[in-house]
């Protein structure tokens, strides 16, 4: 045991030593060491050089303690991953009802009613702004010589999306404010 360990610090050792020595410094193998000063061969190659590239590739990088996969896995679960994009942007916080409109059915309604409205809304607007896009995607297909059914599927969501957006609409004009 005592000779293996000697020997694997011994192969360790040389192997730091040739590492730590400048490039020029190396003896060649096929001369001898009397055939350095007796001068270069005429046809001899001249040594390469490879410049530094610095600290590292990308510059002084800032190391820390390897983290082992099981604690990375249990950071991303708990905390997300820092590299991925938002999915959405942040919802603006929802107050809810009030104490007092939980307390009143009439002001409760009321409130279950304006959040009511503002779904509707919403999807009028959302609907307002697909609409166009479905119109250029089937102009496209037309162009592109997609089989007339599913164009006439697209169409048929067009004509039903308009028609949800007008009665959504109707209503909200019928109010008076």
């Not at 169409?155 to 109707?170: S, W």
Request: aromatic fraction near 4%; proline fraction near 12%.
């Amino acid at each position: 045991m005592k000779g293996g360990a000697l020997l694997a610090a011994l192969v360790v050792a040389a192997a730091a030593s040739l590492l730590a020595r400048p490039p020029g410094a190396a003896p060649s193998a096929a001369a001898p060491p009397d055939a350095a000063a007796a001068g270069p061969p005429a046809a001899a190659q001249p040594a390469r050089t490879v410049q530094a590239a610095g600290p590292g590739w990308f510059g002084e990088v800032a190391r820390a303690a390897p983290v082992t996969a099981a604690d990375s896995m249990a950071a991303a679960r708990l905390h997300g991953d820092p590299r991925t994009p938002p999915l959405a942007p942040p919802a603006a916080a929802w107050a809810g009802p009030s104490p007092a409109q939980l307390a009143d059915r009439h002001a409760y309604r009321a409130y279950e009613a304006g959040q009511d409205a503002r779904v509707m809304a919403a999807f009028a607007s959302a609907a307002q702004r697909e609409v166009p896009r479905l119109q250029a995607d089937v102009e496209r297909a037309r162009a592109s010589g997609i089989p007339a059914a599913q164009i006439a599927r697209v169409e048929e969501k067009i004509r039903r999306l308009e028609q949800l957006r007008r009665e959504i609409a109707e209503p909200a004009a019928a109010i008076p404010n």
